[in-house]
């Protein structure tokens, strides 16, 4: 698959696809309207996406722990 082939499938099929899959094991974050350009509004919302490979507070922990790290400037 090339990075066009991509092109042909929406962002949410795109999630739909990943967490779909047993093997994944994570979060996807991504902006509640697909961004079209580089710069964000004042206010952003994102959309939080995970599978049954995780619960809610498991999650939750895992999302605490990348803000720790990229808060503490090691990203």
Known sequence: MTP??????STQDLINELVRR??????VVHSEHEAR?????????FRVH????????????LLAVVSDHLVGGTA
């Open 22 to 27: 047993q093997t994944f094991l994570g979060i």
């Open 50 to 61: 995970f599978n049954g490979n995780l619960d809610h507070e498991e999650a939750a922990r």
């Open 4 to 9: 066009d082939d991509l092109e042909l499938f």
């Open 37 to 45: 350009r580089q710069d964000w509004p004042a206010e952003q919302r």
